[in-house]
């Protein structure tokens, strides 16, 4: 009895670190690239993906000025490739594992494009897309991982996830990321095995 009350309170605790959708934990930075997610549909993918801003470059304020529609195309000559790009992930995560949040995952966040996993098409109406600032291919910080972990698990509590799979599975042959860089054996190690993933 007393371990069945344990447990409740601590699911309480881990909802409580939700509010409409916005995670307590990271710092909110709200992007007008999102949409109504369709009626009926549970949220119950990851989609963990890779970017970097110019590409293979940490830190700076590029990202959020990309996502938030923000971004001045002339300050690299990369951003002039994004012209017009209107994007959103839920969350970014650093390469120090601070958490930025983009988008309530109440919303639909457009992050996967045109994208299918396991015959439904169109994830960003059914998933959690999770940007990780890093380089495609390249390795990634121990702390992202950390962070990672603590918000799959966070998330789970309020919403039905299942999965967690790159970008490159959901839109193989158009994405490569998050890329041979990124270690699924250590997510998987640090989830507890609390979400299926067939990729290996």
């Known amino acids: 009895m007393k371990g069945a009350l344990r447990q409740r309170r601590w699911r309480q605790v881990r909802r409580g670190n939700w509010s409409g959708g916005w995670w307590r934990l990271a710092r909110p930075v709200p992007s007008p690239n999102v949409g109504v997610r369709p009626a009926e549909v549970s949220v119950d993918l990851a989609v963990v993906h890779s970017i970097s801003l110019p590409p293979g470059r940490y830190g700076g304020p590029f990202i959020e000025r990309f996502f938030t529609n923000r971004l001045d195309l002339g300050a690299h000559p990369y951003f002039a490739t994004l012209k017009g790009v209107e994007v959103s992930a839920h969350f970014v ?104 993933h067939d990729l290996n």
């Not at 015959?119 to 959690?128: E, T």
């Not at 910080?141 to 999965?163: D, F, I």
């Open 93 to 196: 995560i650093r390469r120090d594992g601070e958490v930025l949040q983009f988008a309530s995952v109440e919303a639909r966040a457009w992050h996967a494009g045109r994208s299918s996993w396991r015959g439904r098409d169109n994830c960003n109406d059914f998933s959690l897309g999770i940007e990780l600032e890093g380089l495609e291919g390249e390795p990634f910080a121990a702390v992202q991982y950390r962070a990672l972990s603590r918000l799959l698990k966070s998330a789970r509590q309020v919403w039905p996830l299942q999965e967690v799979v790159g970008h490159e599975h959901v839109a193989p042959g158009r994405k490569g990321d998050p890329g041979p860089g990124f270690d699924w054996a250590r997510l998987q190690r640090r989830l507890r095995r609390m979400f299926r």
